[in-house]
């Protein structure tokens, strides 16, 4: 997996000696001297990684660290620390500020690539949610980004065989504010993740069933329900092997024994802050897709949708066609107000929905025109189906506040066949609503062949 990595080192033979180490495994590699240069190049070059000296002059690891997470255009971007620094105290102060992880100098191959690839993994995960943020974006729509909340309101499943253990560090995450459910194997971990959504997993690796912790952990990766959800192991050192295979098949971290609590916290923190931002792009991405095929008056989707929709199953099959419009809609307006048309729109929305099948889909063509695609449907359900939406309106008032509204509707209906194209659907679905308009309005009329060679509009082709 190629990728660009920031190395960042007021030492120039470490600066060389890791560029060296990375460009042989064909990552491309760019360096920095101090803080600032460091900075500067994170937001020029966009880099995947930033392997990041601690001990530097002017501006430590720490405080280059914190101002990339400071900062919207480089927080997502991951940050392994690289020291000679061994103090517990000072891997939790990096993992404060927002790293990912610790190496030791001089630094492991193995290691070293076994966290590439893992934080890599995620990153290109992120990369595409970021991406389609930004379309939405430029389409108008901005996803509001959720407060950290620590571990407040978290949850996790915590699979430990030794149940001392498993109590102590459900308590160090307790205290926390987080919800942990314990499980004494993998088979149960699984049972509770099914069961409900967990904001991640942490696995206890001991002596026999090592193998099945990180089966499970592969499996986890496997399934869609539990793809991104952070996975945490814990193992001792002698462990190390196993460790770094669990963050090659799918782990997101690991932390050794003896497990010290500010490290643990720190490390689950930093995965679930990451878990909460990319649900949050998702979340938003969602949102933005649904109102750009959505019209905002009446909740049903729009012209938009719709054309690409009924292309969609006039490639694969046939489908019932009908142009839906209320009769004398300008007078409402003119009467009783925009309010009132407004209010009228809905109302007429809310009852063609109901009375249609959740196959069947219906939208807001424009003005008071709607348009519903029936999927498959033979002739003779789709004129009862079109004769039971008329005669529904026509039964049924809008209710205008003290004021009961009567409705009817007209529909020109055309049976499209299989391979014909959406345009010619709509134009004779159009010339039979123009003929119903045009013989009394409240009726149906069923579209004839010389209506499929016209446009919208009536317009011969």
Not at 61 to 72: Q, S, T
Not at 73 to 100: C, F, I, K, N, S
Not at 231 to 254: C, F, K, M, N, T
Not at 379 to 405: K, N, T
Request: proline share 5%; aromatic share 4%; net charge negative.
């Amino acid at each position: 997996m190629t990728a660009r990595i920031l190395v960042v080192d007021d030492v120039l033979p470490n600066l060389q000696l890791l560029e060296a180490k990375l460009r042989a495994e064909f990552y491309e590699v760019d360096l920095a001297a101090n803080g600032p240069d460091a900075l500067a190049k994170a937001q020029a070059w966009a880099p995947d990684v930033i392997l990041l000296d601690v001990m530097m002059p002017d501006m430590d690891g720490f405080e280059v660290c914190r101002r990339l997470k400071a900062d919207p255009a480089t927080a997502h971007l991951p940050v392994v620390m690289v020291t000679a620094l061994t103090e517990q105290h000072e891997r939790v102060r990096g993992l404060e500020a927002g790293a990912d992880d610790f190496l030791s100098k001089p630094v492991d191959d193995a290691a070293l690539f076994a966290r590439l690839r893992a934080l890599l993994r995620v990153k290109q995960v992120q990369d595409a949610w970021r991406q389609q943020a930004a379309i939405a974006r430029q389409l108008g729509f901005e996803a509001r980004m959720p407060l950290d909340d620590g571990l407040r309101h978290s949850s996790a499943v915590l699979v430990a065989a030794d149940p001392t253990e498993g109590a102590a560090l459900a308590r160090t995450l307790r205290a926390e504010g987080m919800t942990v459910e314990l499980a004494a194997d993998p088979e149960a971990g699984r049972a509770a993740l099914q069961a409900r959504p967990h904001d991640a997993a942490l696995l206890c690796l001991g002596g026999v069933a090592e193998a099945d912790t990180l089966r499970f952990a592969s499996r986890l990766r496997a399934e869609g329900v539990t793809r991104d959800l952070p996975v945490l192991l814990i193992g001792d050192p002698s462990q190390r092997e196993a460790l770094l295979r669990g963050l090659d098949i799918g782990a997101s971290d690991h932390v050794l024994r003896p497990v010290d609590p500010n490290e643990l916290l720190a490390r689950v923190r930093n995965q679930i802050r990451r878990k909460r931002y990319q649900d949050q792009l998702q979340t938003g991405i969602d949102r933005s897709l649904e109102l750009a095929v959505t019209d905002p008056l009446t909740g049903l989707r729009n012209r938009r949708y719709f054309l690409r929709h009924l292309d969609g199953l006039l490639a694969e099959e046939g489908a019932a066609v009908m142009m839906i419009d209320i009769d004398r809609f300008k007078r409402i307006n003119d009467s009783a107000g925009h309010a009132a048309g407004d209010a009228a729109l809905r109302g007429v929305a809310d009852r063609l929905r109901h009375r249609l099948r959740a196959a069947d889909v219906i939208a807001r063509y424009g003005g008071e025109e709607f348009i519903v695609a029936l999927r498959a449907a033979a002739p003779d359900y789709a004129l009862s189906v079109a004769e039971r939406l008329r005669a529904g309106m026509a039964a049924e008032p809008i209710s205008l506040g003290a004021q009961m509204l009567p409705i009817t509707i007209s529909i020109g209906l055309a049976m499209a066949p299989a391979g014909g194209s959406a345009e010619q659907a709509i134009a004779a679905a159009d010339a039979a609503l123009y003929r119903a308009k045009g013989s009394g309005r409240n009726r149906v009329e069923l579209a004839r062949p010389e209506d499929f060679a016209r446009r919208p509009g009536g317009d011969a082709i």
